[in-house]
C-alpha cells in the first residue's frame, strides 16, 4: 500500500536500510537492553550512511531525498530497534532548524558535516517546569558584544549524549516574540551533559538533560533574527517532530505484527497452531487493519510536505493514528503471548516499552485532538507547512536515479532472506490480488 507514495528508488533505499538494520543494529539489541546506555558507535555509524541529510540538499551534500524516503529510513530502523529509529529521526529533527532558520554561513559549515554523519545534531527546547508549554521556558540568553550568554537547562534533548550541535531555544525577551534560537557546539565552556538516566525503552538512545552554565556563544551562531526561537522550536515539532516520530511508532507496530504471527504460527495448542483458533485470528486482524490505515496516514502525509502542500491537519493525525494504535496493537500482542511476553528472551515486551516513549515528544494525543479540533472550527493559527512550502517541496531532479538500486528493487534482489515481508498475508492472497490488478 506504501508504493502508492514510493517509486523505485524509495524501495531500493528500503532494501538499504533494512539489509543493514538486520546486520547492524540486530546483532546489538541484546547488549543495548542489558547496560540500557547510549550507544555511541552504533549511532555514529548509522549517521555515516549518509541517512541523517535525507532531507538535506545536495548542494550541501545531502540526499535531497524528502520526507518520504526519511519515513522509510526510520520506519526500518524502528522496525529493528525503536532505539537506533529514535536516534534517526532526533538527528533529522535536529536537521531541521538549519535548514529553514539558517543563514548561508551556517548551512556551508553545518549541513555538509551533518550529511556526512560527522556532525549529529538535536533540538533543545523543553525545560522541567514548562514541559510543553513552549512560552513556559525560562533559560536565558543576554547578549554581551559579538557574544549571547547563556544559562539555563533543558531535558528530554534526543540524543543529548551523542550530540556534537544543539540548537537551543531560550529568552532573549519576553513574550511569544521573546525566544530566540542558537547553535551551541558540545565542547563549548559552560555547556554540560547531565547523567544519562535509565528509562522504561528505547535502550540505547538518549533522551537527557543539557545544562548552560554562562556558556559563551558567538551572535554568528544565531538561528535568524532574534524572536524567532517560536518559529523554530513550533515549525521543527510540527513539520519534523511528529512524521519522524509517527515513523518510528510505524515500524514498532510492523515489528509487533511480525513477532506476532510468527509466534502464532509456531505456537502449539490442542495440536495445532495459535494462529488456526478464530479469536486468534480476530486479535491479529485488528493489528493488521490497525497497522494498514496508520502506514497510510503516515505515507499520505509526507508524500504531501513531499508536494510542498498544506498538510499540518495530516502530520498532526498521523502521529495520533500511528501513536495510538501501535501502542493498541502491542497490548493485544502482550494479551496474545500471555505469560511468554513477560519474559525477555521475546521482544513483544520491548516494543511495548519502546511504543510509549512515542507517546509524549511533539504532543500527546489530546494534543493531537485539541489542534485537529481548532483546524475543524477553523481556528488553526496558520500552516507551518504552507508557510514553508517551497524549502519543503522535493525537485524531481534533486534525487539522483540510481538504475542498479531500482533494479534490486523491481526484482526483490538483495533483500535478506531471514526479513518478513512488509505485504502479510499468504502466497495465494498475493497472486489472487496480482490477477485482480
Known amino acids: ?29 541484546a547488549e543495548m537492553e542489558a547496560s540500557r546506555t547510549v550507544c555511541h558507535d552504533l549511532s555514529r555509524r548509522i549517521a555515516r550512511q549518509g541517512w541523517i541529510g535525507v532531507t538535506i540538499h545536495r548542494a550541501y551534500g545531502g540526499m535531497g531525498a524528502g520526507h518520504v524516503a526519511k519515513t522509510l529510513i526510520i520506519e526500518e530502523l524502528s522496525r529493528v530497534s525503536g532505539a537506533m ?13 538549519i535548514v529553514h532558520f539558517g543563514n548561508e554561513e551556517q548551512k556551508k559549515t553545518w549541513l555538509p558535516a551533518i550529511a556526512s554523519g560527522d556532525c549529529l545534531p538535536t533540538i533543545a527546547v523543553t525545560e522541567p517546569h514548562s514541559g510543553g508549554h513552549v512560552l513556559g521556558m525560562t533559560s536565558t540568553a ?34 511569544s516574540k521573546g525566544l530566540s534560537a542558537f547553535l551551541v557546539e558540545s565542547g563549548t565552556p559552560g555547556f554540560r551533559v547531565g547523567p544519562q538516566q535509565q528509562a522504561m525503552g528505547l535502550h540505547g538512545f538518549s533522551f537527557g538533560e543539557l545544562f548552560f552554565d554562562n556558556c559563551r556563544v558567538p551572535a554568528a551562531n544565531l538561528l535568524g533574527r532574534e524572536g524567532d526561537g517560536l518559529s523554530v522550536a513550533y515549525s521543527s515539532s510540527v513539520l519534523y517532530g511528529r512524521p519522524n516520530l509517527t ?12 513477532e506476532t504471527t ?12 495459535l494462529a488456526e483458533l478464530g479469536n486468534i485470528k480476530l486479535k491479529l486482524g485488528r493489528i493488521q487493519s490497525r497497522l494498514l490505515l496508520a502506514r497510510l496516514a503516515a505515507y499520505h502525509a509526507v508524500h504531501l510536505l513531499d ?24 497490548r493485544d500482542a502482550m494479551d496474545i503471548h500471555a505469560g511468554c511476553g513477560l519474559f525477555t528472551d521475546r521482544p513483544i515486551e520491548r516494543f511495548l516499552r519502546d511504543a510509549h516513549h512515542i507517546f509524549a515528544p511533539a504532543g500527546t494525543s489530546d494534543i493531537q485532538l485539541l489542534r485537529l479540533g481548532e483546524f475543524a472550527l477553523g481556528r488553526a493559527k496558520g500552516e507551518w507547512s504552507s508557510r514553508l512550502a517551497e524549502q519543503l517541496r522535493l525537485a524531481p531532479s534533486e534525487w539522483p536515479d540510481d538504475e542498479e538500486a531500482a533494479e534490486a528493487a523491481r526484482t526483490g534482489e538483495g533483500a535478506p532472506p531471514t526479513v518478513p515481508s512488509q505485504r502479510t498475508g499468504s502466497s495465494r492472497q498475493r497472486s489472487w490480488f496480482a490477477r485482480l490488478r
Do not use: W
Open 307 to 330: 508536494q510542498g502542500l498544506p498538510c499540518d491537519a495530516e502530520l498532526m493525525n498521523a502521529k495520533l493514528v500511528n501513536v495510538e494504535s501501535a501502542l493498541e496493537s502491542a
Open 262 to 273: 510468527t509466534f502464532c504460527a509456531e505456537r502449539q495448542r490442542y495440536g495445532k497452531p
Open 85 to 97: 529509529g529514535a536516534m534517526a529521526q532526533a538527528s533529522q529533527l535536529g536537521v531541521a532548524k
Open 142 to 175: 543576554v547578549r554581551d558584544g559579538d557574544d549571547y550568554i547563556l544559562n539555563g537547562r533543558k531535558i528530554y534533548v534526543g540524543n543529548s549524549h551523542v550530540g556534537d550541535l544543539h540548537g537551543v531555544v531560550v529568552r532573549t525577551g519576553e513574550g
Open 247 to 258: 515513523a518510528v511508532s510505524l515500524g514498532i507496530h510492523q515489528a509487533v505484527l511480525d
Open 1 to 29: 500500500m506504501h508504493r502508492h507514495f514510493t517509486d523505485q528508488r524509495h524501495e531500493a533505499l528500503r532494501l538499504r536500510v533494512r539489509d543493514f538494520a538486520e546486520r547492524e543494529v540486530r546483532p546489538r539489541i
